[in-house]
């Protein structure tokens, strides 16, 4: 077990230095550089302290240095938890993630309780009762749900919410309440802004997690051990939920870990974008198109560890729940 | 036990399943009619597909999707009263297969061990767990209250604790002849070998005390070794526990060894019957005589197996008259196509379903005048 997650935990490292690398040498492979362009940019708008401003900035993290010295840096700086700076925000990339990390972190968990919520009970109802109407109806609506793509979703519920039923559903504060410090009335508004993102992600989630429980536990149910339990005199419901569902639920929780951990980082990042999110998906994409190479970065490397942060804490929960799965 | 004493325990009457798949109706079972006395070995023996399972499963009322079960199953349940003993006839047939009656008896009063040792046992739960949880549902003990000599009968029952029950466990598993029952109760099914995992499903079985074991082939996944060690257990422990088995196996040599009395079916239904003996030295049927014919005996000279001739007709697609006639060595053109053979007691104790005993004896010349005109 302590071999197993220090051999873990040494290959993560491995594999973070090497994306790290390899996301610095894309990051900075297109010709000219951020800083180059956004001077022009800002001098042409009539920003006559950019170029010294920015100039000071090139200087600070090397971008006149060959290209193994920058990376040395950035990456040098980056374990002491300082990321670098994002030069569209004029910001450290720490404190914007500061400022969106916890609210990705809250949308990702709101919508895996949703999408759990819902597809389990729907895939266990739907494979008990085969074939019956609610599961052809469940069945149906979950097609239709793995089907559509969650941005043309988000848009179909921007424009009822907003054209129909004028509601406010754009990001995930109100006006007044975006810079304003955190309160109760600040809770209820984000929650009244959050259920938008959080039930398009669940339906998307939901549909695919109706499948896959649907199909496990229709697998298990026709196992001998399910006709054994229910040969020594067990209820029904007793043999579904206990022998049954225990074991169909095995696999989910392999995605629960290896989908939930990178999805708060690039979740539905075209539902968010759609939506206007303070979230972290789009704060990405926008980084990878402008360049802005240290915020790319971070959140790129940050993904790689969520992945194997996901799958170290998926082996770990199922070897909790299946005896049969040794950790060594 | 003689014959007119014995004590029914279950009685199957004209137990027809169907299945409705997308090539047709199967008749799984079609009309077989049998008794279980207590504390009697049936063998239940039949090529493969002829419905031994899904007669056993109809027994538990366990008849699965999209099955259609008809017929009478009649479970003879013993209620002990204030003066003596009763017996009370359940109507399994009748139950709604959730309900507290039938999983009173599942597990209670019959336990059933089944053909697939390796996967019967849910893999994330200890072998203990297993049988801590059949005791838990079926086992009571008695209740003492002060002063209650008199009326031992109607002494009040309660179910075990957790203890109790993991007690029970251990002392299951040290009957079984599993090795360190102590430390075995806490393995998990992937800890255990295909016999060592039987022998938990026996222990599951035999925890409530049942008074019928149902056997389906619960030797036939495991090596020769392991079967014998198997058999011998279950002789053993039917010997100590006054309880009844329906053993049923397509393994001639097992069945042998193990039945008092034996069921052949054919086709969804019964050919014969007799005790082991008779049905080994003087079988009736065509086709038990073909089943006889197809062992090789030792000391035997033969180039090759006698195979039984033909295949098993189609399910969907019964032939008409006597199933068998198309595969029978001593069919009678125009009458076994035709006619439906019924049931009878051709020698006492002996019941074949066959026209070459069309309402009469075999040992009488009628039958003989038949047999020679074939
Ligand atoms: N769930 C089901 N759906 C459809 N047909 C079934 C089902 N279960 C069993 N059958 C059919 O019922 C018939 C009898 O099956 P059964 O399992 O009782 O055979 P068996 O005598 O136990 O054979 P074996 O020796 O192979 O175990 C077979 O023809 C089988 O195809
Ligand atoms: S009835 Fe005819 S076909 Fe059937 S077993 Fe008897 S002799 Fe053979
Ligand atoms: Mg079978």
């Excluded at chain 1, 519920?157 to 007044?176: E, H, M, T």
């Excluded at chain 1, 360049?291 to 996901?310: E, H, N, S």
């Amino acid at each position: 077990m302590l071999s197993f997650l220090i051999r873990r935990v040494f290959y993560a490292l491995i594999m973070l230095v090497v994306v790290s690398f390899v996301s610095f040498i894309i990051i900075s492979l297109p010709p000219g550089d951020y800083m180059t362009q956004r001077i022009r940019e800002l001098e042409s708008m009539g920003d006559k302290s950019a170029e010294t401003r920015l100039e000071q900035y090139r200087i600070r993290y090397g971008l006149e240095k060959p290209f193994l010295t920058q990376y040395w840096l950035w990456i040098s700086n980056f374990v002491q938890g300082d990321f670098g700076l994002s030069f569209e925000y004029e910001q450290p990339v720490a404190t914007l993630l500061k400022q969106r990390l916890p609210l990705s972190v809250t949308l990702a968990v709101t919508t895996t309780v949703f999408t759990w919520a819902m597809a389990i009970p729907i895939g266990v109802f739907s494979a008990v009762k085969q074939y019956s109407l609610g599961d052809q109806i469940f069945t149906t609506l979950s097609f239709i749900g793995v089907g559509i793509p969650s941005f043309l979703m988000a848009l179909v519920v921007l424009y009822i919410a907003i054209v129909k039923l004028d509601q406010d559903v754009i990001g995930l504060f109100s006006r007044n309440f975006q810079d304003a410090p955190w309160s109760l009335a600040k809770v209820w508004d984000l929650l009244k802004h959050m259920w938008v993102p959080a039930l398009i992600g669940a339906i998307t989630g939901t549909s695919g997690t109706i499948r896959i429980m649907r199909g496990n536990l229709l697998d298990t149910l026709g196992q001998p051990f399910i006709e054994a339990a229910r040969a020594r005199g067990l209820k029904n419901r007793t043999v579904i939920w206990r022998h049954a569902v225990r074991m169909a639920i095995n696999p989910l929780i392999v995605i629960l870990g290896t989908e939930t951990f990178p999805a708060i980082l690039a979740g539905n990042i075209l539902v968010e974008v759609v939506l206007s999110l303070p979230t972290m998906g789009p704060l990405y994409i926008r980084a990878l198109l402008t360049q802005d190479m240290f915020t790319a970065g971070t959140v790129l490397v940050l993904i790689t560890l969520m992945v194997m942060i996901g799958a170290l804490v998926a082996d770990l929960a199922l070897a909790w729940v299946d005896p049969r799965i040794r950790l060594d | 036990m003689s014959e007119e004493n014995r004590q029914p325990l279950v009685k199957v009457q004209d137990l027809h399943v169907e299945f409705d798949v997308r090539d047709g109706i199967v008749h799984a079972v079609d009309g077989a009619s049998f008794t279980i006395y207590r504390g009697q070995t049936l063998g239940i023996i039949g090529e493969s597909g002829c419905g031994k399972s899904i007669t056993a499963k109809a027994i538990m009322k366990m008849v699965p999707k999209p099955g259609i079960m008809r017929g009478e199953i009649t479970f003879f349940e013993k209620t002990s009263q204030n003066d003596g003993e009763a017996t009370e006839e359940v109507r399994i047939d009748r139950l709604h297969p959730d309900s507290q009656r039938i999983r009173k008896i599942r597990g209670g009063n019959i336990g059933m061990i089944f053909q697939e040792p390796m996967s019967s046992l849910t893999p994330v739960f200890s072998a203990g767990f297993h049988i801590i949880e059949a005791a838990k549902l079926h086992r009571f003990v008695p209740v003492n209250t002060i002063g209650d000599t008199m009326t031992r009968n109607i002494k009040d029952k309660r179910g075990v604790t957790d203890d109790e029950a993991r007690e029970i466990a251990v002392d299951m598993l040290r009957r079984v002849g599993l090795p360190n029952p102590e430390s075995r109760v806490d393995s998990f099914p992937h800890q255990l070998s295909g016999g060592q995992r039987q022998r938990v499903m026996i222990a599951i079985a035999l925890s409530a005390h049942p008074d019928l074991l149902i056997a389906d082939e619960p030797t036939t996944a495991l090596d020769v070794s392991i079967e014998a060690q198997i058999l011998d257990l279950m002789r053993e422990l039917q010997d100590t526990a006054d309880m009844a088995i329906m053993f049923i196996t397509h393994n001639l040599g097992v069945i042998a060894e193990i039945a008092d009395e034996i069921v052949v079916m054919y086709m969804g239904k019964e050919v014969e019957r007799a005790n082991t003996i008779d049905l080994f030295e003087n079988p009736q049927h065509p086709y038990t005589k073909s089943l006889l014919g197809s062992i090789p005996q030792i000391g035997e000279k033969r180039s090759e197996l006698e195979t039984i001739e033909g295949m098993v007709p189609s399910p969907f697609d019964l032939p008409q008259g006597c199933v068998f006639h198309p595969r029978c060595s001593e069919y009678m053109p125009g009458k076994c196509d035709k006619v439906y053979p019924e049931y009878d007691e051709v020698i006492e104790g002996h019941w074949v379903r066959c026209l070459l005993y069309d309402g009469c004896r075999p040992d009488t010349q009628e039958a003989q005048v038949i047999k020679e005109s074939v």
